[in-house]
């Protein structure tokens, strides 16, 4: 099992630029993939971008191609989110997951396809 905390949120404006960071501990070296995901009040759980640990490809859900960057440290164990030129739509709890056991690329934007979560943290962005 992994554990897995998130931190770095806040109160932003638009056009401005945060950056999050989620920690890993636990049974590290058995993650496949990590990846942030994001719901906001009265919306479903959407996926945002995921990375795989070996080859640290990535992937983006259309609307933040451009705008964020995911990241990974292998030594601490670290994925970091670089969400820059932010909008009012990006408001909503961010949450960090991991898979620990081999998975498809066409599956990494699943929500069912990870094992461990963190516990958020919240994104706000005014206009």
């Known amino acids: 099992q992994v554990q897995l905390v998130e931190s770095g949120g806040g109160l932003v404006q638009a056009g401005d630029s945060l950056r999050l960071s989620c920690a890993a501990s636990g049974r590290t070296f058995s993650m496949n993939a990590v990846a942030w995901f994001r719901q906001a009040p009265g919306k479903e759980r959407e996926f945002v971008a995921a990375i795989r640990w070996s080859s640290g490809v990535t992937f983006y859900t259309d609307s933040v191609k451009g705008r964020f960057t995911i990241s990974k440290d292998n030594i601490k164990n670290t994925v970091t989110l670089q969400m820059n030129s932010l909008k009012p739509e990006d408001t909503a709890v961010y949450f960090c997951?991991?898979?620990?056991?081999?998975?498809?690329?066409?599956?990494?934007?699943?929500?069912?396809?990870?094992?461990?979560w963190g516990q958020g943290t919240q994104v706000t962005v005014s206009s």
């Open positions: 997951a991991a898979r620990n056991r081999p998975i498809l690329s066409a599956g990494l934007s699943s929500q069912n396809t990870y094992d461990d």
